[in-house]
């Protein structure tokens, strides 16, 4: 799982920048790309802070959050659909 990078997409497809989402967030900067970059998860009010000001479910971020060796190969295809059908959402949401 790699849940820095689902939120480091979402946040680049909402247009946001770090330093808007951590202003937003109260959170420094520094913080906002430590979990970007998974060195560190956020705590579950943060994470609530950044799901809020970025419009979108916890949910939603932990299946981004999921890699390709985290599906058992007979779900792979499943996921793959859902995945791509999650991120039109998200695409159609932004416009």
Do not use: W
């Amino acid at each position: 799982m790699n849940f820095g990078k689902a939120i480091k997409q979402v946040r680049k497809e909402k247009g946001m920048t770090q330093r808007q989402l951590a202003d937003i967030c109260g959170i420094s900067v520094t913080a906002l790309s430590q979990i970007e970059t998974n060195d560190s998860f956020p705590q579950k009010s943060t994470l609530k802070k950044i799901c809020d000001s970025m419009k979108v479910p916890y949910t939603y971020l932990f299946f981004l959050s999921l890699e390709s060796e985290d599906i058992p190969n007979e779900k792979k295809v499943i996921y793959d659909t859902i995945h791509s059908l999650m991120e039109n959402l998200l695409l159609q949401e932004i416009k």
